[in-house]
C-alpha cells in the first residue's frame, strides 16, 4: 500500500465514523426540541425559511421510518438523498458545466417558493 493509499483510507475511515455519529445523533435526538441542533441562523434573522430549514428535522423523520413526515417537512432534503449517493458512487458527472448551476437553480427557486403565501407552495414550509 502506498503512502497515498493509506492517507486516502484513512480521510475515508474518518468521514465514514463522523458520518455514522451524525447518523446515531439524528435518529437518538429529535431536532425538533433537543438542543443539541443549532437553530437555523438565516430562519433566526429573518424569519423566512432557507432552502435547508426542516432537513435535519426530515432526516430524523426518516431514520424513525415515517416517510410521509419527512417529506412534509423538507421535500427537497429528501431528493437530494439519492443524489448525494450517486455523487459518493460516480462523482465524476458533477463536474459537468451545467450541474453546480442547475443545482444553485433549484436551491434558489425552492427557497423562494417554500416562503410564498399562496397554496400549494405552502405545503414545503416546515
Request: charged residues 10%; proline residues 12%.
Amino acid at each position: 500500500m502506498k503512502p497515498g493509499d493509506r492517507q486516502r483510507w484513512a480521510v475515508r475511515a474518518v468521514a465514514g465514523l463522523l458520518l455514522a455519529g451524525i447518523v446515531v445523533a439524528l435518529y437518538s435526538f429529535n431536532p425538533a426540541g433537543a438542543e443539541v441542533f443549532p437553530p437555523c441562523p438565516f430562519h433566526h434573522l429573518t424569519g423566512l425559511h432557507c432552502p435547508g430549514c426542516g432537513s435535519l428535522r426530515a432526516v430524523h423523520q426518516l431514520l424513525r421510518g415515517r416517510p410521509a413526515a419527512a417529506f412534509s417537512l423538507n421535500p427537497l432534503a429528501l431528493a437530494a438523498i439519492p443524489l448525494i449517493g450517486a455523487l459518493l458512487l460516480k462523482p465524476a458527472w458533477a463536474y459537468r458545466s451545467w450541474v453546480p448551476w442547475a443545482v444553485l437553480s433549484v436551491i434558489l427557486a425552492y427557497g423562494v417558493a417554500r416562503n410564498l403565501p399562496f397554496w400549494p407552495l405552502t405545503l414545503p414550509s416546515p
